[in-house]
């Protein structure tokens, strides 16, 4: 065990979400009050999954993409002497046909385990990370995760200060894969948020199998790039801050506002909003079909954002064990 100024420090732990759009890492500690403390993190947009929706396999130029960002996740691991590092894989690996190439090279090559994970699993642990997020005066929320190949919707119900996963539903469409079969354009928002409406109306409907989901007493949760976008240029700021966006809250009116004002602007006015930026303008718009369609189906007025997700579910999972 290190220590630094004769103190133990505490051991560090990893969490690596590579997502059909995003290789992301976080680095952390858990504090004395059970917290995360975050040490280190690491982010680069790969597009894994850039035609695999159509192809069925991962392109060799997106393998040798996410290999590089592997390489500079496991240098930060490396250099933080970390111990327990959980990397995971999600939608466009589990459509793969090829995704062991990649998880063989990214052991061999980045010394990174990758473990592919099922929707079940990549539902759960987004639950944990952010149920900490739910409104206290609300019995629940709806939590829904955008990413580049699938959308997770969640019914997360608190009873006794308990919080439980009462539904979830991955579709395995993201804003990469919608927005490669349907163009991504403003010109074609009506039909990808019309295909998504489909997609939530049959899950709405399995899930009012379990119970009531009353709108008044629950909220929307919402953790992705899209969510913290629409967030971001919703509070006016010129540049994406996480510490200014994660855990704020939003009428969806507001939001819905924000949406009308993107599918107004042409691709470079996207690129112009510092929220959007280069990467995100080309898929910024099938995300906010993705929202249309989620707040329509579940018509709650508030959003909760949460600059959370995945990975911050994988390091608490590691704090409980720690404090066993």
């Keep these: 065990m290190h220590r630094r100024n004769g103190r133990r420090r505490a051991p560090l732990f990893a969490a690596l979400d590579l997502g059909t759009n995003n290789c992301r890492l976080l680095i952390a500690a858990r504090e004395r009050d059970g917290s995360l403390r975050i040490v280190d993190s690491f982010s680069r947009m790969v597009r894994l999954g850039e035609g ?12 040798e993409r996410t290999v590089a960002a592997l390489k500079i996740c496991a240098q930060h691991i490396g250099h933080h002497g970390v111990r327990r590092v959980r ?22 090559e980045a010394g990174i385990r990758l473990e592919i994970v099922s929707p079940a699993e990549e539902a759960r642990l987004a639950a944990v990370g952010c149920a900490p997020l739910i409104g206290q005066d609300y019995d629940g929320a709806l939590a829904f995760d955008i990413g580049g190949g699938s959308t997770e919707a969640i019914w997360l119900r608190r009873k006794e200060g308990e919080t439980s996963m009462v539904h979830f539903a991955s579709v395995p469409l993201g804003v990469m894969s919608l927005s ?9 928002f009506a ?70 004002m993107l599918k107004m602007l ?41 600059d959370r997700g995945l990975r911050e579910g994988i390091l608490r999972e590691f704090m409980k064990e720690v404090r066993r």
């Excluded at 159509?54 to 130029?61: E, F, N, P, T």
């Design 266 to 306: 042409d691709r470079q006015g996207r690129v112009k909003l510092g929220c959007v930026g280069e990467e995100r303008a080309d898929l910024i718009v099938p995300g906010c079909a993705i929202f249309c369609a989620v707040q329509a189906v579940w018509p709650c007025a508030k959003l909760r954002v949460a």
């Design 52 to 63: 695999v929706a159509r192809s069925g396999v991962l392109g060799d130029a997106a393998i």
């Design 87 to 108: 990397a995971v894989a999600t939608e466009a690996c589990r459509q793969a046909a090829n995704a062991q190439v990649l998880v063989e090279r990214a052991e061999k």
């Design 180 to 188: 490669e079969a349907n163009g991504g354009g403003a010109a074609s």
């Design 191 to 260: 039909a990808m948020r019309d295909t998504m409406l489909a997609r939530f109306d049959a899950e709405r409907r399995r899930m009012d199998g379990k119970g009531a989901f009353d709108v008044a007493r629950h909220h929307l949760l919402g953790t992705s790039g899209t969510v913290t976008t629409l967030a971001g240029i919703a509070l006016g700021l010129t540049r994406y801050v996480r510490s200014r966006v994660d855990a704020t809250w939003h009428d969806c009116s507001e939001i819905l506002s924000v949406v009308e």
